[in-house]
């Protein structure tokens, strides 16, 4: 089970990165620009992989062995399906060409 906990914690990182994106859009700061734009793409990049693929793996551990999902503390386990969903939000409205 030492898998889900790193997958877990890979995530959270992720989901940090991703907020820090989100919140260098709406500020729009112009100072380091490789700085920022590592920043974004780490956020963007990381978390279109990594939070689908943590979210799928609490869904299959939890069907199959909801023991193992014991195992993790539940800030962690809360926190990455909350950045999962603010990242699908983001995607799915913000992005959306209609929006506007």
């Known amino acids: 089970m030492r898998?889900?906990?790193f997958l877990s914690r890979v995530a959270?990182?992720?989901g940090i990165f991703?907020?820090?994106a989100f919140a260098l859009l709406f500020i729009g700061a112009n100072r380091e620009e490789s700085l920022f734009s590592a920043i974004?793409?780490?956020g963007y990049g990381l978390s279109m992989v990594v939070l689908p693929l943590a979210g799928f793996?609490?869904?299959i551990a939890g069907i199959w062995a909801p023991k193992q999902i014991k195992v993790l503390p539940r800030w962690l386990l809360v926190s990455n399906i909350l950045f999962l969903l603010i990242f699908l939000f983001f995607t799915f409205y913000f992005n959306?060409?209609?929006y506007r």
């Open 12 to 14: 959270f990182l992720c």
């Open 3 to 5: 898998w889900l906990i």
């Open 96 to 98: 959306d060409p209609y």
């Open 57 to 59: 793996s609490y869904l």
């Open 40 to 42: 974004i793409l780490a």
């Open 18 to 20: 991703m907020a820090l």
